[in-house]
């Protein structure tokens, strides 16, 4: 069997894509939906701007205009959740619950008024590009993208080879022992490709050993 058979063969034994997440998995293969690497990071970021804005009397009202749409996320419409979010606060000014400078620029008084950062407000409004939103949630947040062998994260610790191997064994099983990867570290832009799961189990020095390419 040539090389490139065998290369095909093994790519095709693992199966699915996934973030990992402090060695959990998070399924978020998008090929018969919508609900992909980019909508989990916006669900997150959701979860943590609702969870900022409950604890806000008047804020806390926006919460189901603005995220509340029945439906799973796949039926999300920033445009129109950005639609609500403005028709409601002219209705908080109107009734005098927010003053027009608050009223005006909304976004900014959500988070001032409840400290959440501003980045991941734009990512629960889907403001940010789909690659923006990866990258925030690799840098900030740790989290790990896994596409059957190919493997993309912020940096290159013993902390985070650890998390690959619990996230790797998580997704694929004992199948995953047989297989090499390629490695993105993008706080570097350093790529590295041929990598043994053993070799990611001995940490960063043994990947370090490969030829990066940039």
Not at 105 to 113: E, M
Request: charged share 25%.
């Amino acid at each position: 069997m040539s090389w490139y058979k065998k290369h095909l063969r093994k790519v095709a034994a693992l199966q699915g894509e996934w973030w990992i997440v402090n060695g959990n998995v998070k399924f978020a293969d998008n090929s018969n939906s919508d609900y992909g690497h980019e909508s989990i990071v916006i669900e997150h970021a959701q979860s943590i701007v609702k969870s900022a804005m409950r604890k806000d009397s008047i804020l806390s009202r926006a919460i189901k205009v603005i995220f509340g749409r029945p439906g799973h996320y796949d039926e999300f419409d920033p445009i129109g959740a950005r639609e609500y979010l403005m028709n409601w606060s002219d209705e908080m000014c109107q009734r005098g619950l927010l003053t027009e400078e608050e009223s005006e620029d909304i976004y900014d008084t959500i988070v001032k008024r409840t400290g959440v950062d501003s980045y991941v407000l734009s990512i629960a409004m889907g403001s940010k590009s789909s690659q923006d939103t990866k990258l925030y949630a690799m840098k900030e947040w740790g989290w790990k993208r896994v596409a059957t062998n190919n493997i993309e994260l912020w940096q290159l610790t013993k902390g985070d080879t650890e998390d690959i191997v619990i996230g790797l064994h998580s997704a694929y099983g004992s199948e995953c022992e047989r297989e090499s990867y390629n490695i993105e570290v993008h706080s570097n832009k350093m790529y590295y490709s041929g990598i043994s799961y053993f070799e990611i189990e001995s940490g960063p020095t043994a990947i370090l050993k490969h030829r990066a390419f940039i």
